[in-house]
């Protein structure tokens, strides 16, 4: 068997098309242009390449792009007080800080600084205590991008085994959440997982979200089983310099029913969830029905 491809990227281009055409309706019934503040800390260079295609899609979908780069020796007064400015600014409707931020600065502390409303990365704590009730939230872009692309080829999830290896903050507690949200019966994996290949062969979702490279192989993965990698890792390979998932793509997709690649899985869905998150944003600060 040879597992349907995901196509995450073309999924969000459909995902930034719909965004685009409410972003155009705002404007001309409303005068109202959604505008995503993006603060960066430093010279991460991984951190830069996405800072610069956030602000870049932005643009293209029609909203308003502030982008605030900082230098490394930034205070935690100074980022706090730009946070400060954000929060009241109504021309900003969503503000993302990108992470990781430089050793000096306390990321929870700066994270729990942002208007929860304005919070498009889900990461404020109350965004998180109203995921894990059932409250509307600001979900993470990562995870929101997993789950649409889970619903579009599977419908209802109900009822479904799932299991998430990997329990970040940003990525693997939000996707469990989302997945029990959805009626999943939820196995969450981590590094003191006892027979991790065993576990994982139970799940008809299977979501890599762990940071090594392709250590998710076929013999990992339920006939059948839809499985989503989220992993990106750069290796050398043949004197190259390549981009991989979690998972090992070619003996998983042997045995998985459909399988999301990297490059072009949940990678291109992330910054289409950002803006969409940007579109709810301005929605519900303008007291206007939420883009479904
Ligand atoms: P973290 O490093 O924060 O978390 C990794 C998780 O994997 C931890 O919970 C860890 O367990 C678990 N883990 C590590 N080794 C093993 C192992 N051998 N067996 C089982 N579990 C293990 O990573 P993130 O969640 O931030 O990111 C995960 C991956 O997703 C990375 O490759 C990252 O680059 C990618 N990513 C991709 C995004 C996208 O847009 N596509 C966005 C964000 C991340 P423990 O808690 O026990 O240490």
Redesign the pocket.
Known sequence: MTAKRIDGKAFAAGVRARVAEEVARLKEGHGIVPGLAVVLVGEDPASQVYVGAKGKQTVEVGMASFEHRLPAETSEAELLALIDRLNHDPAVHGILVQLPLPAHLNADLVINALDPAKDVDGFHISNVGRLGTGQKSMVP??PL?CLMMLRDHLGSLSGLNAVV????????KPMAQLLLGESCTVT??????RD?AAVCRGADILV??????E?ITGDFVKPGATVID????RIERDGKTKLV??VDYASAAEVAGAITP?PG???????ACLLANTLTACCRANGLPEPQ
């Open positions: 872009c990562t991008g290896v990997g329990r970040s903050n940003i990525v693997g969450v994996a981590h590094s003191r997982t991790l890599a979200a762990v940071g090594r490279p250590m989220v992993g990106i890792n998932g979690d990297v899985g949940v990678g291109p869905m992330t910054i």
